[in-house]
């Protein structure tokens, strides 16, 4: 097959991806996916397969395949027809993110489905946002099974009744899930444009190829990693509800052209919300061995057919229903990965960098706005600093590994929320010391211009990003609320109710140094 095709076709896919992204960024109505680009969009085979995504969200689109699989398995999609989730445990990540699944169908034959995810800035639960300090997932909101949306074309009433009942901002919801709705409607006319030109039975000769291509080249990198056995342990700070340093031990076996890595020994799960599902360890691992790959390689299902995932039902890494998993989506995801850095910088110690923050500073604000008398719910991540690595100084005040959102601009949040953001700025030598420096994190401190619950998930508070090969740690982040004029340090997760004129502080870890 002539490698020119299979170029242009891959790149053709990945538009379809991309444009159903910029569809949805630009119909929503939440800064959350306005702004911040809290979405993921991607195209599966009719086996729920990936085989095309845009440069999104890695801790979504590692994951996605299991929300699309469950769709199929539990429904019987129509031409028309789309099914929306967020059950952790049935293919979802936490609450928050919404799935909703598509067919494409093409002469009365499925061929394809596309899937978009985003981040909803509330889904209802204990405390606004979603991201609460819960022992259960009961409490962190509204769990949605695989259910149709939209049947033969039209949304069912009932289903979009019952779940803006149970939010805070029901017309928010409404407008960003009819933006998801949009985005796929997109993704299901482009890509019968393409069958058009192509047929039918060369896009799908096309599809498989792609992945078998990029199986190839994943085999081919896995050769050069020196066969062995190679192990690292990093801990969680705490659970937020009395569990300490929360261990998760990974171990990489490696031989011929393919690996196994085996989370079996990490820590049971904890009662408090740093559980992750499986589909997120599966997705922290897929992201760490695309970054070994090329740039130019296509992301999808067949990178991954080389690696196996070991994972122990019950520990931290692979919690049981009804465990609360809204900090395991985004908090214990990146310390899956910062392990298996760990693990792969001992066989690649030239390639692989130290610890970037670790963390996505998780911070909820939620009440009622005074200028509209209407609940608002505020849901942000905040970068930090990237790890060193040989050759190159870390990149400061960026996100990092699991997340790839953007910061909310000062302007768009002070406009949409009854917020002052009184510093944004980068957190300087908070970075890791060595030959080459990590980078530093971000202060980020926002005034209350009205009473508000306040919550944050957050972590490397207490155990530093590590430095590699003699480079040191970075500095550790700090959360602080500020009082009537006195400051007080908060613990990594915490969730208060603050009044009018109190601030919140934010200072993001940095990354590693590098010797």
Partial sequence: MSLLLLEVFKNKLSSIAEEMGLVLQR?????NIKERKDLSCAIFTEEGELIAQAEHIPVHLGSMSSAVREAIRSTNMKDGDMVLLNDPYRGGTHLPDLTLVAPVFYKG???FYVACRAHHADIGGITHGSMPLADSLFQEGLIIPPVKIISEGKINDDVLKLITANV????????DLKAQIMANKVGIRRLKELIDIYGKEEVKRLSE?????SERVMRKVLTDIPEGTYTFTDFLDDDGLGKENIAIRVKVVKKGDSVTVDFSDSDPQVEGPMNAVRSITLSA????????????IPTNDGCFRSIRVVTKRGTVVDA??????????????????????????????????????GTMNNLTVGGVDPRTGESFTYYETIGGGMGAWKGGDGESAVHSHMTNTMNTPIEALEHSYPFLVTEYSVRRNSGGE???????????????????????LSERRKHPPYGLFGGKPAERGKNVVIRNGRAEEMPSKFSLKLKKGDRVRIETPGGGGYA
């Avoid at 119909?27 to 800064?31: A, C, E, H, Q």
């Avoid at 310390?335 to 850095?341: E, G, K, P, Q, S």
Wanted: contains cysteine; aromatic residues 8%.
């Fill in 285 to 296: 691992v897929y992201y760490v061995f695309r970054c070994l790959l090329p740039e130019d």
């Fill in 320 to 357: 049981n229903f009804p465990s609360p998993v809204s900090g395991g989506n985004v908090e214990t995801s990146q310390r899956i990965v910062d392990a298996l850095l760990g693990a792969l910088s001992k066989a690649l110690p030239g390639r692989i960098p130290a610890a970037s923050q």
């Fill in 209 to 213: 190829e792609l992945m078998n291509y």
């Fill in 109 to 111: 034959e499925r061929l």
């Fill in 434 to 456: 060595g030959k080459w420096k990590g980078g530093d994190g971000i202060i980020r401190e926002i005034e209350l211009l009205t009473e508000a619950t306040v919550t944050v």
């Fill in 27 to 31: 119909t929503s109505f939440s800064p």
């Fill in 168 to 175: 805070r901002t029901p017309q928010e919801r409404e407008g």
